[in-house]
């Protein structure tokens, strides 16, 4: 079903007068179905001059551009590819821009008869400076009321092939495109001996690093980071092949164990928020301007942000209805700033992402995790699944409030505890440290046996964490936590578990993760 159109209440015909133009532009859109999706081309006129510019938008629900926004394709090998399909005949769907407060007012042609439909304001990202294409977004809103009744129908003839040699000029440009293109990883990392960001640029399909991009300021490095839509291309490695990547999915963010500094580690997933969205949480979460002073700040102790609802907001069908409380910091903390905003679920997923957060006043980074129990209950789209940490938080606060709900449990009630041998004394044999899966988990399994029978053996799980990308320290009362809560429902001997608790810091520290025993 197409997205619906709508028309201006008390729309004036005729010429234009006051704030509006007195000369709409004409334009077109192209579009093809693609099974249930279309795909379009856009052609208007620039903001300033005549000249025409494109948007390639994928994966519509028909030619009518819903209101919201929309990314628009930079790849040149996608537009290449759509660029030729469309010469050889796409459906044409009439457009005219209008004018009103220095701003493109967009209008699609009624089927039913000659007059025009109103869409929408039109907001769009400019194409590469001298190039037609390609537009990099495009954002399609909806006027104040007030604002809606100075808005006129074009008074426009329909049928016209003036644009039409420009926009095939347009399209053979784009499908002329020749070069090659690589699929890359980026990983931002530090050079702590030039107190540097770096970005180390890898080949997907080999891992094998092809180029690479420093600076001082964190500002060059976002921008770097969202190369391909604040610039609408890809840059270029050293041999001149074109570096793709997602910057939504694409980057890590390394965790940095800073040398001479004891137990000191930075996380750089503190700027995933700011890499997914500039403006995130509106300068309530600022980050150092440099590099230099990432580096100059220092560990501080870990902090808990409790997740609220406001249910008036909620209520009201306010997308921004929840609140943070920060938990274990002083309340001169700049981070108290969080405290004063409505979020949005979006706005927590990013946070929970960022092991570490930044008290740009105090000079401290914080290990930060989340509490997200007022959450349980939530449904959340699978696009939420992006998100690893939030699930992870999800998860463990739905874990603990089942637990909770166990203890209520009368003890006669409780199930027995397993028994693995029928053996006095339990020995270890060994602990099994080994990687898995795709989330690079850190697996540790207990092979255990009777003192007295040791070809009796039972191998249980006893411990699993998230690998860091560096080898950041691990508590030993975590280890201690996980392998305690892991061997709950086993009938052994504290002695044993405790031996079992050392036994994998071992194995920990064998595989180049420091313990602290703080």
Known sequence: MPWPTWRVRNVRRGPYSGSSSAHPKKGLILWSDAGDEVNLWLFFPERTGHRMVAALILGQSSETLRPGWHPC????????????MALEGWKEQPIVVTSMESRHVLWMRAEEDSTWLFLGVMDYGS?????????????????????????????????????????????????????????VDCLVTVDEKERVFAVLFERRSDGRRIASRTTNRTDELLHLLRYPLTEGGFPEAEDGTLMRWNYLSDVRYDDVFLKGKTREWLSLSLLKPLVHSPRFLSGCYPVPETCEGLLRTRLGDDITLVVDIDEKNR????????????????????????????????????????????????????????????????????WYSRFERF??????????????????????????????????????????????????????????????????QATIRVFEM????????????HVDLIVTRYLKGYDLQKDLIDEIVDYVCERLEDEGFPITYD
């Open 73 to 84: 394709v930079v790849d040149p090998e996608q537009l290449k590819a759509k660029a030729e």
């Open 315 to 382: 209520q009201a069908g306010s997308k921004s209805f929840l609140r943070a409380r920060v938990i274990d910091v002083s309340e001169s903390s700049g981070l108290r700033r969080l405290e004063s905003m409505f979020l949005r679920p979006f706005d927590i997923a990013l946070l929970a992402e960022c092991e570490q957060i930044v008290d740009t006043e105090r000079r401290l980074r914080h290990v930060m995790q989340l509490d997200v129990t007022s959450l349980l209950g939530m449904k959340f789209s699978s």
């Open 466 to 477: 998230r690998i860091l990308n560096t080898r950041a320290p691990v508590g030993y009362e």
């Open 391 to 456: 699930s992870e938080f999800l998860m463990a606060a739905a874990e603990e409030a089942a637990a909770a709900e166990a203890e209520f449990i009368e003890e006669d009630e409780v199930t027995e505890k397993v028994s693995l041998f029928d053996a006095e004394e339990v020995n270890v044999v060994r602990i099994d440290l080994y990687e898995r899966g795709r989330e690079r988990r850190l697996v540790a399994d207990a092979v255990l046996s009777p003192t007295r029978d040791m070809e009796s």
């Open 127 to 183: 194409p590469p400076s001298g190039q037609r294409l390609p537009v990099r977004w495009l954002r399609i809103s909806h006027p104040e009321v007030q604002t809606q009744g100075i808005l006129q129908q074009p008074a426009i003839a329909i049928d016209s092939d003036e644009t039409s040699s420009e926009i095939e000029e347009i399209l053979r440009e784009a499908a002329s495109w020749t070069g090659e293109i690589a699929d």
